[in-house]
């Protein structure tokens, strides 16, 4: 059969304080896992990555009550036209984010449109977390739930037998008009034998290209950090090893933490360097370093064959699992860029949210050592869980500034589908009036209890951000003064 794979347009908003969301070239990693299982078992994919081929294009969306929604992407007509140059037998379509969603059924009706028999299959955390929902639109006929290589190449084979999948794990679909959701139980133990995402369907060079024509509008994190040339990204694990209430790995990757065998990671870096001329590689892992020693085997791995590439954690590591010998190790190997994620300075909402205990003086030295080996660092800290006091958050805050941190940030406490933050926001009653998944992004106050508002902490992140780049600002141009002093004969 041939299958068409979309990545859908991406929504990015303007604040009413002046703000806005930055641009990120976001390689679709996910989608060409799925697509080179596909190609295995003997379909031909096409991938349309709608935001990256589009991304010089910004379209008004809708005023919302906190600010502009603006779509960066194809326009729809022409992802319509796409799809029908296409002629797909079956359209997939990838809805990572809750604030994508409905880019991801416009794109499910515009599959519609071209043919209605075409079948349609979405996946992602989103559709994971809420399958019967999104199946209530009727342009969508199938969700695969969770990590979706071995269910998607099933379903396309009931869908070549003319069979419902009825037997399928991790499945939803329509039957006599009515959502049935099979929720995920099995995960994919053998992480080795998946086959490496296929890069071969998308222009590695465009990712690279729209960094830098839109440098200064990218956001810290991810793509913010590509300094090295041709890049792409990779998975050595699955899953993470903690429980953080805010997080929703569990819907996609389930409760355990999975890693590939330490060959397989580092052949796959050799194959991109060599194959592709890849110089620059961002680890997308929950938790790189979930498992330390894995993570310094991949190290003294990369040191033996001698590949010289450089990588980056901008997904956060730990702190819990970190040590100078880790660091070391991973500067040797050609790792420049980490985002250490540490959360929060209260220990009770480090208990009861977090679930992971905060150990300020090791913070302190992992940050000296990270400094020392000259590594590029973002650290990410979150305001505003329920319960959470306003002395709780400016500890949070001085702790931040009283750290040796250039690059630091502040994100709001978001009530993501499939996560128990959201079942207590529920339960609770704290979402915000009007709740609005369009909302649902880290800049943007979703909970409201006694101690602060959602105005308030997204006041209170703004003031941090426009502190830092004062700071910033101001030591750059210290710099640039000396650098311009005459020198003393």
Same mark, same amino acid.
């Given at each position: 059969?041939? =299958? ?6 991406k ?7 002046g703000? /806005? ?8 990693l996910?989608?060409?896992? =799925? ?17 990256t081929?589009?991304?010089a294009?910004e ?8 600010g502009?929604l603006?779509?960066i992407?194809? #326009?729809m007509?022409e992802?319509?036209?796409r799809?029908a140059?296409a ?5 997939g379509i990838s $809805?990572l ?15 519609k449109?071209v043919?209605?028999?075409?079948p ?5 955390a ?11 639109d009727?342009s969508?006929d199938y969700?695969? =739930? ?11 084979? $009931? ?6 999948p ?8 329509r039957e006599?008009?009515? #959502?049935?959701v099979r ?6 133990d053998?992480?080795?034998a998946l086959?490496w995402?296929a890069r071969?369907?998308?222009d ?8 830098y024509k839109?440098r ?17 990204s990779m998975?050595?694990?699955r899953g ?7 997080c ?8 355990r ?16 360097v ?16 979930g498992?330390?020693e894995?993570a310094?085997?991949?190290c003294?791995? =990369? ?6 590439v450089?990588?980056?954690? #901008? ?6 699992t970190?040590s100078?010998e880790?660091?070391r ?10 985002t ?9 909402? $480090?208990? /009861?949210?977090i679930h ?9 030295r ?22 959470? !006091?306003?002395?709780?958050?400016q ?13 630091f ?8 589908p499939?996560?128990?933050l959201?079942?207590?926001c529920?339960?609770?009653?704290l979402l ?8 649902? /992004?880290?800049?943007?106050g979703?909970?409201? !209890?006694?101690?602060?508002t959602p105005?308030?902490?997204?006041r209170?992140?703004r003031?941090?951000y ?12 210290c710099?640039?003064? !000396?650098? $311009?002093?005459?020198?003393t004969?």
């Amino acid at each position: 059969m041939k =299958i068409l794979l979309i990545q859908p347009a991406k929504p990015i908003l303007h604040k009413q304080d002046g703000s /806005r969301e930055g641009r990120q070239a976001m390689f679709p990693l996910g989608l060409l896992y =799925i697509a080179a299982a596909a190609e295995r078992a003997g379909h031909v994919v096409e991938v349309l990555d709608v935001p990256t081929e589009g991304f010089a294009t910004e379209e008004f969306l809708e005023e919302l009550p906190h600010g502009t929604l603006m779509r960066i992407g194809l #326009p729809m007509p022409e992802v319509g036209r796409r799809i029908a140059a296409a002629q797909p037998d079956v359209v997939g379509i990838s $809805c990572l984010l809750s604030t994508s969603a409905d880019e991801a059924l416009k794109c499910a009706a515009a599959a519609k449109q071209v043919a209605p028999s075409i079948p349609v299959v979405l996946g992602g955390a989103h559709p994971s977390a809420l399958p019967a929902e999104m199946l209530g639109d009727r342009s969508v006929d199938y969700v695969v =739930i969770g990590e979706g290589e071995e269910t998607f190449v099933q379903l396309l084979q $009931c869908l070549g037998d003319g069979r419902v999948p009825r037997a399928l794990d991790g499945i939803g679909y329509r039957e006599q008009g009515q #959502p049935v959701v099979r929720p995920k139980t099995r995960w994919i133990d053998d992480l080795d034998a998946l086959a490496w995402p296929a890069r071969h369907l998308v222009d590695l060079r465009r990712y690279v290209d729209n960094y830098y024509k839109f440098r200064a509008q990218f956001e810290y994190g991810h793509t913010r950090s590509m300094e090295w040339g041709m890049y792409t990204s990779m998975l050595a694990s699955r899953g993470c090893p903690y429980d953080c209430s805010f997080c929703a790995k569990n819907v996609v990757w389930g409760r355990r933490y999975r890693t590939r065998s330490v060959a397989s990671v580092v052949d796959e870096m050799e194959f991109l360097v060599k194959r592709h001329g890849v110089k620059e590689i961002h680890f997308e892992d929950e938790n790189w370093a979930g498992n330390p020693e894995h993570a310094k085997q991949i190290c003294r791995e =990369i040191l033996r064959r001698g590949l010289d590439v450089a990588w980056a954690l #901008p997904n956060g590591i730990t702190l819990h699992t970190m040590s100078e010998e880790l660091l070391r190790l991973m500067r040797q190997a050609g790792a420049y860029s980490l985002t250490l994620s540490l959360e929060s300075a209260s220990p009770r909402i $480090c208990k /009861r949210f977090i679930h992971k205990p905060i150990d300020k003086d090791k913070a302190v030295r992992m940050i000296g050592v990270i400094r020392e080996l000259g590594f590029e660092l973002f650290v990410g800290f979150m305001i505003g869980f329920p319960g959470e !006091t306003l002395a709780e958050i400016q500890e949070t805050i001085r702790w931040a500034e009283s750290l040796d941190v250039e690059n630091f940030g502040f994100a709001i406490a978001t009530p993501l589908p499939g996560t128990q933050l959201l079942d207590l926001c529920e339960h609770e009653g704290l979402l915000v009036a009007g709740f609005d998944r369009r909302r649902l /992004r880290f800049s943007v106050g979703n909970i409201q !209890t006694d101690q602060f508002t959602p105005a308030l902490l997204e006041r209170l992140r703004r003031e941090e951000y426009l502190r830092i780049h004062r700071q910033r600002a101001a030591r750059d141009a210290c710099d640039a003064a !000396t650098t $311009c002093l005459p020198t003393t004969p």
